[in-house]
């Protein structure tokens, strides 16, 4: 990507590239680069702050973006100079960073948006959007003020940790930048002390750990390192950028049934490698369902193995796991002293209930809640079912069967009629292929029509919040 001087810049040239290599490394004893924007896009360049101030845009910007980072229908609503970066010296000599929003649609901090013309502090791992709160781009790396000192060398020496994605009862995850590389990726951080782990045994962490490494499926997160400490383990896996399914049914409502389709049926496949390798996964919820972007067409990944466990000897399993809304029957019997992997296709029906209407099966207080799952008391009498197939919901009543015996396996799950689409078995079949060619391949987008030297000088549009497909 080339780097354009800004307009005050212009009597002194062209300033020199800050472009990331994969040798460049970021740390608070090279005073020469005080911050780092960390891409969350694929196609967007990582790069490194070192002069006072910087622009960022379409147009004649120190950092230009271009046909190359977004599609012809999302680009032009990235001004010309979007915004602005700038570290200043308080009173006192202390460094502060600050963001201006120079833009027609808007700079968001962390989903919020500036407004043009104003200015914000930007602080250590805030996140960075463009014209629209769904659209990141940047992650900032405060390289003088971080918290790297809340991790032990064996891991800030291989990787840069970054913002919260989440947390648990067992500690959190942090998205991270592999040093060198600079490949995405997600650390589970899980304390060994002042947590369930202490109460749990540290054998259900090895067990995770055990079962992810046996694991190389398209659609299930793969670990890819492991760092153990006297007080923490760190478990490396690959990042996925589109969030949790939770997340989107929250946010973005209900799924249209063939979107719903499209991800149900990637789930299904997964589950059957899970299946065949004599793994349950034992907590299948819309919180372990991620997305690999933030595009309708993308890939799932299921996550979170703190609950499976192998079972390799036997065809039953005793251990008391799973979420109160998506466990199976079988689990709140307590004269049932073991169950099988059938517990997953429960929450299956469960996890496709909740993506068609947005609410719950199972609704109420905890011992109403108990009392429905235990009998299989639900039904789809809101008004929202009326736009759902008849075939949804004939897979939905076959799966939540009360009697594990009766209720489908994922072999006849996926043979279901609703699940005979040739569009949609073809394009999983395409993310199979694109997936297992090369896992951690970069996205690319198509080229646009649009001449990248027009793009520079055209006006900027207003944000149309009808388009919903943001490369």
């Known amino acids: 990507m080339e780097n354009y001087a800004n307009s005050q810049a ?15 490394v970021c740390t608070a004893d090279n005073d020469s680069v005080w911050g780092r924007f960390y891409s969350v896009r694929d196609n967007v360049a990582v790069y490194n702050l070192v002069n006072s101030s910087y622009t960022f845009g379409r147009g004649e910007a120190d950092y230009r973006f271009n046909r190359e980072n977004f599609d012809g229908t999302y680009l032009p609503t990235i001004s010309k100079i979007h915004f602005r970066v700038s570290r200043v010296f308080t009173a006192d000599l202390d460094p502060v960073v600050i963001i201006e929003d120079l833009s027609c649609n808007g700079t968001y901090i962390n989903k919020k948006n500036i407004g043009h013309g104003n200015k914000t502090v930007l602080k250590n791992n805030d996140e960075v959007a463009l014209s629209s709160p769904q659209t990141k781009v940047f992650i900032f790396h405060d390289c003088l003020k971080n918290d790297d000192q809340d ?43 002042g947590s369930q782990i202490q109460l749990n045994n540290i054998k259900q962490i090895g067990n995770e750990i055990q079962l992810l490494q046996s694991v190389n499926h398209p659609f299930i997160i793969r670990m890819e390192d492991v760092i153990d400490t006297p007080d923490k383990i760190y478990i490396v896996m690959e990042a996925a950028g589109g969030g949790e399914l939770f997340d989107r049914l929250v946010h973005g409502g209900r799924l249209p049934e063939d979107t719903a389709k499209f991800y149900f049926y990637q789930l299904g496949v997964a589950v059957q490698y ?5 793994i349950t996964h034992r907590d299948i919820k819309p919180e372990n369902i991620l997305l690999a972007t933030e595009e309708e067409d993308t890939c799932i990944k299921l996550t979170d193995f703190g609950l499976s466990k192998l079972a390799a000897d036997t065809s039953q399993m005793t251990t008391f796991c799973g979420t109160m809304s998506y466990i199976a029957p079988e689990l709140l019997d307590l004269g049932t002293l073991s169950y099988t992997n059938k517990v997953d296709m429960w929450s299956l029906g469960v996890v496709l209930f909740a993506s068609l209407c947005c609410y719950a099966p199972f609704d109420g207080d905890d011992l109403k809640v108990r009392h429905l799952i235990r009998n299989a008391i639900f039904d789809f009498n809101r008004p929202v079912w009326n736009d759902v197939s008849q ?18 396996d994922v072999e006849q799950m996926l043979n279901h009629p609703w699940l005979q689409d040739d569009a949609v078995q073809s394009k999983v079949k395409d993310l199979l292929v694109k997936e297992q060619v090369s896992p951690s391949k970069k996205r690319r987008h198509e080229d646009s029509v649009v001449d990248e030297r027009e793009m520079s000088t055209a006006k900027t549009p207003r944000f149309q919040t009808g388009i919903t497909k943001i490369m």
Do not use: M, W
């Open 151 to 193: 991790y032990p060398d064996e891991v800030t020496q291989r990787y840069t940790v970054t913002k919260k994605l989440g947390a648990g009862n067992f500690g959190e995850v942090r998205l991270a930048y592999k040093q060198g590389t600079l490949e995405k990726c997600a650390i589970k951080v899980l304390k060994k002390k």
């Open 10 to 24: 212009s009597t002194q040239g062209l300033r020199e590239t800050q472009e990331v290599t994969s040798q460049d």
């Open 391 to 408: 075939d949804a919901k004939d897979l939905i009543t076959k799966l939540l069967v009360k009697e594990p015996t009766e209720r489908l």
């Open 274 to 278: 899970l299946h065949s390798r004599r």
